[in-house]
């Protein structure tokens, strides 16, 4: 059985202040990794994805991979009351292109 | 523009009733799925297909039924024989390989009354 495990939060962050999302996964053969973000009654929406080991950064979010620790991370740098979310991780395979999720990090940035 | 149309928003089912989920595409995707989510949980896979006339269970495929016998459209059936049926309904769409992620639809807010 494939899992993806997140810390179901909620976790509380200043407005300004780095918000470090994590993520672990139990399949070595694991191949893709991504994140969503869903507003309470809304559909996900992808904000990042990394195949590589090491970090990609786009504007103010980073995603780390590390393959050999099964694990991948979000960082958002200065968090603003707008990133107040549920942020899904999700890994993929290639049989169907399946995604498997965790079940989502509620943050909430305050002002 | 293209995307992903799930209908109805909102739908509620009596004790005992069968209801359709409608989801279509115009991304021109071939791999199509749906998922439920409960409140304050993750997403759990129902049913996917990767081409016209074929699909298959996901992890939670009891009291559900689908089809899909147009490239644009994936329907889902919620039977009588799923008990526990309220929960969001979410459609996406997806290019068939795991490096691509997902596109969803706005969702279906499923109420049993």
């Known amino acids: 059985q494939k899992e993806v495990e997140q810390n179901s939060g909620p976790l509380s962050v200043p407005e300004g202040a780095i918000a470090s999302l994590n993520c672990t996964y139990s399949d070595r053969g694991s191949q893709s990794f991504f994140w969503y973000r869903q507003y309470s009654g809304k559909s996900p929406e992808l904000i990042m994805f990394?195949?590589?080991?090491g970090d990609k950064e786009d504007g103010r979010f980073t995603a780390q991979l590390n393959k050999a620790s099964q694990y991948v991370s979000l960082l958002i740098r200065d968090s603003q009351p707008s990133d107040s979310a549920t942020y899904l991780c999700a890994v993929g395979y290639n049989q169907g292109g399946k995604l498997i999720f965790g079940q989502g990090t509620e943050l909430s940035v305050k002002p | 523009d293209g995307g992903i149309t799930q209908s109805p928003k909102y739908l509620f089912r009596k004790e005992g009733q069968n209801v359709t989920l409608s989801c279509e595409q115009n991304?021109?995707?071939?791999?199509m799925y749906w998922y439920r989510q409960d409140p304050g949980q993750g997403l759990r896979l129902i049913y996917y297909?990767?081409?016209?006339?074929?699909?298959q269970k996901g992890d939670i495929a009891e009291g559900y039924s689908v089809s899909r016998e147009k490239k644009e459209s994936f329907p889902l059936t919620v039977t009588s024989a799923q008990k526990n049926p309220t929960a969001f309904y979410l459609c996406a769409t997806g290019q068939g390989a795991a490096g691509y992620g997902y596109t969803f639809g706005s969702g279906t807010r499923l109420t049993v009354v």
């Open positions: 297909s990767q081409i016209v006339n074929d699909f």
């Open positions: 990394i195949y590589s080991n």
């Open positions: 991304l021109n995707h071939d791999a």
